[in-house]
Nanobody, 122 residues
């Protein structure tokens, strides 16, 4: 009933840029998409928060993302974006979209996308 679909990953050289998108599809009568976020998980490491945005548009970033990544949100499209500039090899990971969604009769739950691979390599 709630689907998050990421896109925009790929292979990029160090110093390059990528823009990730995450579109939320909610097939319920009444729902509210609250906070959304991007996480990433590199091989052998735990999943970590990269950036988040509230429903009002307030953003927060991991220290590793500050100054290089920008998260934005289009509430009309239920979509968030992650503009990643000055990419480094250590940014290589699977990037996951996350959303807190309130659905009538179900309360608020966290939902995850399937992930999109970002590889930074020369």
């Amino acid at each position: 009933q709630v689907q998050l679909v990421e896109s925009g990953g790929g292979l990029v050289q160090p110093g390059g840029s990528l823009r990730l998108s995450c579109a939320a599809s909610v097939k319920m009568y009444s729902f509210i998409i609250n906070a959304m976020a991007w996480y990433r998980q590199a091989p052998g490491k735990e999943r970590e928060l990269v950036a988040g945005v509230t429903s009002g548009g307030t953003t927060n970033y991991a220290d590793s993302a500050k100054g290089r990544f920008t998260m934005s949100r289009d509430n009309a499209k239920n979509t968030v974006y992650l503009q990643m500039n000055s990419l480094k090899p250590e940014d290589t990971a699977v990037y996951y979209c996350n959303a807190d969604v309130w659905v009538i009769g179900r309360g608020t739950n966290k939902y995850w996308g399937q992930g999109t691979q970002v590889t930074v390599s020369s």
